[in-house]
């Protein structure tokens, strides 16, 4: 945290599975979901496979970190479970045509388990007149869902999600095009994330700050290699957030976000 304490941020992107809400109670039930809706549409044993092809432990009931699942865009994993059902015995046909049948996506409501109050932390990060941006390898409906749930529209700048055409982490382009919807140079940013693709994007846009969480499906180990700070969670930035409202002067309020682009 000591290393926070030094740096204004002007903009914060945070990412959003395993940094704002709980990567396992998301996507861990989600897989097992999965592989019972196609092991009774095929009659075949698929857990393990999918299991293995998605990077997930199902003894321990965790995504792992280098795993697919842990930074892959949804159409990706379609084709990743198409795939795996030709593993266990089915053609390319049969396997489309019954990943078609039992696809389905992790409810972005239901499911979504918050580290903190969001929107209270969001409130005192937008009070300090920083923006708030989102770069998430999930798809944009699914966000857009767990923000309206979260009530928390109003302070986010703009978001970058995984269908928008834009390449994903941990190439830059999701941050750089965050920054200049932004106007503000990439050294001016707080990057808040939970994988090492999170902190390689951050790496390679040139952040001015990069943040790795262990919340997520990464172990120090895996993020202190490109991380300036590690903390447990974003629970932790409520000080940061604290600490600039009794350093600064207030601002006025105007309500509403005008430019939450998209």
Request: charged content about 20%.
């Amino acid at each position: 945290m000591d290393g926070m304490k030094h740096f204004r941020a002007h903009a914060i992107i945070f990412d959003k599975d395993g940094t704002l809400i709980d990567f396992d109670a998301m996507w861990g039930g989600w897989v097992i979901y999965l592989a019972a809706q196609l092991q009774e549409i095929t009659g075949l044993q698929v857990r393990a496979p999918l299991c293995l092809a998605m990077g997930y432990d199902d003894a321990n009931k965790r995504v792992l970190a280098h795993g697919k699942l842990a930074a892959t865009p949804m159409a990706q994993l379609f084709r990743l479970t198409v795939e795996a059902m030709q593993s266990v015995g089915l053609t390319a046909e049969q396997a489309e045509r019954a990943v078609e049948q039992g696809w389905c996506i992790p409810d972005p409501v239901v499911l979504a388990r918050q580290f903190t109050d969001t929107r209270a932390l969001f409130q005192k990060i937008h009070s300090r007149n920083i923006q708030i941006g989102i770069a998430t390898t999930d798809d944009r409906a699914p966000t857009q869902a767990m923000i309206e749930a979260f009530d928390i529209e109003e302070y986010i700048t703009t978001m970058v999600c995984a269908d928008d055409g834009i390449p994903v982490k941990p190439a830059p382009d999701m941050m750089l095009t965050i920054c200049a919807r932004m106007k503000v140079d990439p050294s001016k940013v707080m990057v808040v994330g939970d994988t090492t693709a999170d902190l390689k994007m951050a790496r390679a846009a040139g952040a001015g700050l990069v943040v790795g969480v262990l919340s997520g499906v990464s172990s120090a180990k895996d993020l202190i290699p490109f991380a300036d700070v590690l903390i447990d969670s974003i629970d932790e930035l409520h000080i940061y957030a604290q600490a600039l409202a009794e350093h600064e002067p207030p601002l006025t309020q105007t309500g509403l976000n005008q430019d939450f682009a998209f």
